[in-house]
């Protein structure tokens, strides 16, 4: 007894684990946001960049340092012949405060290259997140695909079971040969195999898109959209705004700045430091010499306390052109930049034209593929039809299923292509991010 419920608790706890998961496309959208890493990495990179921009912005601010330092020497220094320095425990303590007040507009470039690397990492999350929607809904769609295969295969074997029963009543009764049951049986026997494969790649679309959407490995997954929806109201819109257009046009910005970083190098710079100081505890042990011509030993103590100030200016004058170098050095890499963005903005044009283009062919494919399914359903229901009558042979029943067969299969896969058309054409043209 203990043993039956403890199978029962077991089939239990496997039947909560496998609990069936009701899942629309928006909903699969939003579970592959939320669990997938590369997103993570990528807010964690938006966070960095804030952070890089407020260490940016503290070079405006004044700097304030404080320092103390001790110091044990020993033997005692010699100065000239009789005096001496004592240096045991001499502390020296302070503070400075640094502002910087021109230093070739170095600090307000900064400023800009981290506002643009702000920009940078938001965009370069878009697009990773443009990626996992795609990869989300293509899984959603191909798992749906095999779906619809397994359901025509059953389908397929219906009909062969059926064709099965008759051909073996008509050889019981002598109509028909052994050779023709064994036929039947031998094609049963292949859909019953490639039913089994597309049962394996159920499997394989399942388990990559429960990793997809973060749930576990054995979680049923009830897919809730209909495939025969088409939107058929996309419109080319262009690529404006796909992230990786924006990253290039952020690179040329910043390679326009990095000029300024290194003109700024080669630029007089001006810096105020105030501080205040101290130390002590420095001994000088000398001898004099009194009027009555003894010598007498004494020592004396050194200490300072107080304020500092400075003016720095520094001016490059003669650096054998290395300035003039660097900067046409830089321009060239906004050239290059420039070159690329126009490179890139035809190739992601090109690319967003094309899918496109497929998206539209996707419509007379699903057209063509229907019409080529309801004749080849028409067609069968004669042949079978036709062959129940004795006027037709199994080899053309046969040959029929076939057709019909193919142009089923031919049709979903027409319908999934569409799907997944769309999805490129979204993508290519950065509109994947939208609800829709």
């Not at 597309?198 to 049923?220: D, F, Q, T, Y």
């Not at 046409?328 to 690329?340: F, M």
Request: aromatic share 8%; glycine share 6%.
């Amino acid at each position: 007894m203990k043993i039956r419920l403890s199978i029962i608790f077991l089939s239990l706890i496997a039947t909560l684990q496998a609990s069936a998961i009701d899942l629309s496309l928006q909903q699969c959208r939003d579970m592959a946001i939320q669990s997938d890493e590369l997103i993570k990495i990528a807010k964690n990179r938006v966070t960095q960049s804030n952070l890089d921009r407020g260490i940016a912005k503290t070079a405006y601010l004044p700097k304030i340092d404080g320092s103390a330092t001790a110091l044990y020497l020993t033997p005692n220094s010699k100065v000239g012949d009789a005096m001496e320095l004592q240096m045991k425990g001499v502390y020296l303590a302070g503070f400075s405060l640094t502002q910087p007040i021109f230093t070739g507009l170095k600090i307000v470039t900064a400023n800009k290259l981290a506002g643009l690397g702000q920009k940078a990492a938001q965009q370069q999350m878009e697009a990773t997140t443009m990626d996992v929607i795609a990869n989300a809904e293509k899984s959603y769609w191909m798992l749906m695909a095999v779906r619809a295969k397994i359901d025509m295969i059953d389908a397929y074997i219906m009909q062969l079971d059926s064709i099965l029963s008759y051909t073996t009543s008509a050889y019981e009764l002598g109509l028909t040969t052994r050779l023709n049951v064994s036929r039947v049986e031998t094609k049963l026997a292949e859909l019953q195999y490639r039913r089994q494969q597309a049962k394996s790649g159920e499997e394989l679309c399942r388990l990559s898109l429960c990793r997809i959407i973060g749930v576990e490995e054995n979680s049923e997954i009830n897919l809730t959209e209909n495939i025969d929806y088409i939107n058929d109201r996309l419109v080319f819109t262009g690529i404006e705004s796909r992230p990786e257009l924006h990253l290039s046009m952020i690179n040329v910005t910043a390679k326009k700045h990095d000029v300024a970083m290194v003109r700024a190098d080669f630029l007089p710079t001006l810096g105020l430091q105030l501080g205040w100081n101290a130390f002590g505890n420095l001994k000088m042990k000398n001898y004099m010499m009194l009027d009555n011509g003894m010598i007498y030993p004494y020592t004396q103590s050194i200490s300072y306390k107080g304020f500092v100030g400075a003016l720095a200016l520094s001016v490059p004058i003669f650096h054998w052109g290395e300035g003039f170098k660097k900067v046409k050095k830089a321009k060239i890499e906004v050239e290059n930049a420039e070159l690329e963005l126009e490179q890139n903005r035809k190739l992601m044009d090109l690319q967003a034209r094309q899918a496109y283009n497929n998206y539209i062919d996707g419509f007379s494919l699903i057209e063509s593929a229907r019409k080529a399914f309801s004749d080849a359903s028409l067609n069968l229901e004669m042949m079978k039809d036709q062959y129940e009558a004795g006027l037709m042979t199994l080899t053309d029943l046969l040959d029929a299923q076939s057709q019909w067969h193919t142009s089923y299969s031919n049709l979903i896969e027409a319908k999934t292509q569409l799907k997944i058309n769309e999805v490129d054409y979204l993508r290519s043209t950065g509109e994947i991010a939208m609800e829709r």
